[in-house]
């Protein structure tokens, strides 16, 4: 019945936001609409909708208001030491679920939530 869709984040700086998802994080821009809407591919399941704030939308990056999860394909310290020599900053340590895995997480330059997540039974050494 539903298929496919987007997680829309709301941001005070279009062009760094896209930048950030694009340059930063490495995902894929696969629409953009001038300086009002830009789609980024975070693998074959999500996408990512930038929308710049105006007079009618939600403010930019309320703590709690919007998680993106993103699964690693690497190693979660790999990619971590790959984010930080970009220039992304992470918020505390590593976060440890028994059984479910390992979550990293992060904020784009709206102050939206991201999380990294690795699941427990992938790149195990």
Do not use: C
Not at 5 to 27: H, I
Not at 104 to 112: E, Q, V
Request: net charge negative; glycine share 12%.
């Amino acid at each position: 019945m539903i298929h496919g869709g987007n997680a829309t984040l709301f941001v005070a700086d279009f062009e760094a936001a896209v930048s950030f998802y694009t340059q930063t994080l490495g995902l894929e821009l696969r629409f953009r609409a001038e300086n009002f809407w830009a789609e980024v591919s975070a693998g074959k399941d999500l996408v990512i909708g930038i929308h710049p704030i105006g007079p009618n939308t939600p403010a930019a990056g309320l703590k709690g208001s919007v998680h993106i999860g993103l699964n690693v394909t690497e190693p979660l310290d790999d990619v971590m030491a790959k984010l930080v020599k970009r220039g992304v900053t992470f918020d505390g340590d590593v976060v440890e679920d028994d059984g479910v895995g390992r979550f990293a997480y992060l904020r784009d330059p709206a102050g939206n939530t991201i999380y990294l997540w690795e699941a427990a039974t992938a790149h195990q050494k």
